[in-house]
T-cell receptor, first 113, second 111 residues
């Protein structure tokens, strides 16, 4: 199936731990994104990569570090997790600037306890 | 700063009724996208409108882009329980890749 796949689906961890979320797309898209959805369902962009190059880096704590080994993969590593990091994180991809639409993964629900 | 204002925030209707969701902004967008999100899943793209005044129809869903490309509406005719979900509008400004989302409209259609 052509899709955006992210793992894990659920992640429960203690404060202070370091964790990673992986994302892969087989749609042939050249741009990938990380979005954070808060408890009120608001989606906010965090990062965007185009052909492995970082092009958007919103105001995100530097505990969050994206890595794109190739244009089909975009991983998110989070250091020293805090309670406020609990949210659903979505990976997405698009052609170029995404003017015609994004394809989203099914999300990773991160709970920090 | 939220560029896109969606209204209403919540809509509960009976099967067979019509509904309209609005998405407004003071900014001009190169395109306006509508997504539907169901619990535990990511948003799924329903439609993209790119031309001011454009109207697109997807079965019982009608999408309109304002003439000035600042606002949009989604109208559902004869809603069905399967239309239940969180409807999100998203605007693509001219700058690279910064798709901005509205806060969403939760639609519940009861049989």
């Amino acid at each position: 199936d052509t899709a955006v796949s992210q793992t894990p689906k659920y992640l429960v961890t203690q404060m202070g731990n370091d964790k990673s979320i992986k994302c892969e797309q087989n749609l042939g898209h050249d741009t990938m994104y990380w979005y954070k959805q808060d408890s009120k369902k608001f989606l906010k962009i965090m990062f965007s990569y185009n052909n492995k190059e970082l092009i958007i880096n919103e105001t995100v704590p530097n505990r969050f570090s994206p890595k794109s080994p190739d244009k089909a993969h975009l991983n998110l590593h989070i250091n020293s997790l805090e309670l406020g990091d609990s949210a659903v994180y979505f990976c997405a991809s698009s052609h170029k600037r995404g003017t015609l639409g994004y394809t989203f993964g099914s999300g990773t629900r991160l709970t920090v306890v | 700063t939220q560029l896109l204002e969606q209204s209403p925030q919540f809509l509960s209707i009976q099967e067979g009724e019509n509904l309209t969701v609005y998405c407004n902004s003071s900014s001009v967008f190169s395109s306006l996208q509508w997504y539907r999100q169901e619990p535990g899943e990511g948003p799924v793209l329903l439609v993209t409108v790119v031309t001011g005044g454009e109207v697109k129809k997807l079965k019982r869903l009608t999408f309109q882009f304002g003439d000035a490309r600042k606002d949009s509406s989604l109208h559902i005719t004869a809603a069905q329980p399967g239309d239940t979900g969180l409807y999100l509008c998203a605007g693509a400004p001219d700058s690279w890749g910064k798709l901005q989302f509205g806060a969403g409209t939760q639609v519940v259609v009861t049989p």
